[in-house]
C-alpha cells in the first residue's frame, strides 16, 4: 500500500498522506491514519477524497479537520469541478464526516463495488459529492 501511495504522490503529487498527532499537548507525532485523494480510477469518474482512521482517533475530530484540510488543498492546487467520497453503506461514521465537511449524498449513485465479491456485505456503496466553492 506504502508504494502505491508514494507512486501516486510521484505522478499525481497528490495521495493519501499520513496524518500524525502534532501541538503543544499532544506533539507526540502519533500515527492518527491517512486522508488524502486520488484521480479517477473505476469505478469513478471523478476525483476522490478518503480517510482511514486508526481505531484510536476515532471521535476527536482529526477525521474532519483533515478532511477539510485536504479540501482546502484540492480547490488551491487542481481544477476539478467536484470531488466525491464513497463508503459501504452501513458506515454511518464516514457518512456523518461527509455530510460534516459539506458533501450530499446521491442515493441514484449507490453501487456494488466491484473489487468486492458478491457474498461481502461491506460491496454495497453510497458516493457522496461536493462541488467547488464558487470564488
Same mark, same amino acid.
Given at each position: 500500500?506504502?508504494?502505491?501511495?508514494?507512486?501516486?504522490?510521484?505522478?499525481?503529487?497528490?495521495?493519501?498522506?499520513?496524518?500524525?498527532?502534532?501541538? @503543544?499537548?499532544?506533539? /507526540?507525532?502519533?500515527?492518527?491514519?491517512?486522508?488524502?485523494?486520488?484521480? $479517477?480510477?473505476?469505478?469513478?469518474?471523478?476525483? @476522490?477524497?478518503?480517510?482511514?482512521?486508526?481505531?484510536?482517533?476515532?471521535?476527536?475530530?482529526?477525521? =474532519?479537520?483533515?478532511?477539510?484540510?485536504?479540501? /482546502?488543498?484540492?480547490?488551491?492546487?487542481?481544477?476539478?469541478? =467536484?470531488?466525491?467520497?464513497?463508503? =459501504?453503506? #452501513?458506515?454511518?461514521?464516514?457518512?456523518?464526516?461527509? #455530510?460534516r465537511i459539506g458533501m450530499a449524498y446521491a442515493p441514484h449513485?449507490?453501487? /456494488?463495488?466491484p473489487a468486492l465479491l458478491e457474498t461481502d456485505r461491506l460491496? $454495497?456503496?453510497?458516493?457522496?459529492?461536493?462541488?467547488?466553492?464558487k470564488s
Amino acid at each position: 500500500m506504502i508504494d502505491r501511495m508514494m507512486a501516486m504522490q510521484t505522478e499525481h503529487g497528490h495521495t493519501f498522506w499520513v496524518m500524525e498527532r502534532r501541538g @503543544e499537548r499532544h506533539g /507526540d507525532g502519533q500515527f492518527l491514519g491517512m486522508c488524502g485523494f486520488c484521480p $479517477p480510477r473505476a469505478p469513478l469518474a471523478e476525483y @476522490e477524497i478518503g480517510w482511514r482512521l486508526a481505531r484510536a482517533a476515532w471521535g476527536q475530530g482529526f477525521g =474532519t479537520e483533515s478532511a477539510r484540510a485536504v479540501l /482546502d488543498w484540492a480547490w488551491a492546487h487542481r481544477t476539478m469541478p =467536484t470531488i466525491v467520497a464513497i463508503t =459501504t453503506r #452501513e458506515n454511518a461514521k464516514s457518512r456523518a464526516l461527509m #455530510e460534516r465537511i459539506g458533501m450530499a449524498y446521491a442515493p441514484h449513485e449507490d453501487f /456494488d463495488h466491484p473489487a468486492l465479491l458478491e457474498t461481502d456485505r461491506l460491496r $454495497p456503496h453510497v458516493l457522496y459529492r461536493i462541488a467547488r466553492p464558487k470564488s
